[in-house]
């Protein structure tokens, strides 16, 4: 009988232990596909287009909105991560949307229409807080299309 206890201990130690393995392998696989499907604009803390601050630096989150751009599948991505995404997020992916498919800008602004916030800005070295709503519209308006459209040069970055 003692034999036969210690060898069903064995197998459930075994089991768990896999499970565990399998569990952390799965955890390894997803994660690094979250954070890739994030590109640090989906926790954006502040919507700047253009050169910011002092040295006229491009903002983290301008950054990140133009790297998913450059991607073969920017509309998915964008789209993806809009129900997560901060209220500033959300105003990248509204513009990103809006300049690569107008459908998909159309869906994701129909599910922001309820927003009432304020977000963080940053124009030139001037930071306030600006109503969503008033930003949606410059969106809308085409007022941001020139900032992406112009090319950086790779110091300024």
């Not at 590109?39 to 253009?50: H, I, M, N, P, V």
């Not at 789209?79 to 809006?98: D, T």
């Not at 809308?140 to 900032?147: H, M, P």
Request: hydrophobic fraction near 50%; aromatic fraction near 8%.
């Amino acid at each position: 009988m003692p034999r036969d206890f210690a060898g069903r201990c064995v197998i459930a130690y075994m089991k768990h232990w896999i499970l565990g393995a399998m569990a952390l392998l799965f955890l390894a696989a997803v994660c690094p596909l979250r954070a890739e499907r994030i590109d640090g604009l989906e926790t954006a803390g502040s919507f700047a287009l253009g050169g910011v601050g002092v040295a006229g630096t491009m903002s983290a989150g301008e950054r990140a909105l133009r790297d998913i751009l450059k991607q073969p599948d920017a509309v998915a991505r964008l789209e993806a991560m809009l129900p997560l995404a901060s209220a500033a997020a959300k105003l990248y992916v509204l513009l990103g949307l809006r300049l690569r498919d107008r459908a998909a800008y159309e869906r994701a602004l129909e599910k922001c229409r309820a927003i009432d916030a304020k977000v963080e800005t940053a124009r030139g070295c001037m930071l306030s807080r600006e109503s969503f709503r008033d930003l949606v519209k410059e969106i809308e308006n085409g007022q941001y299309d020139s900032f992406l459209a112009r090319e950086w040069p790779k110091d300024a970055r």
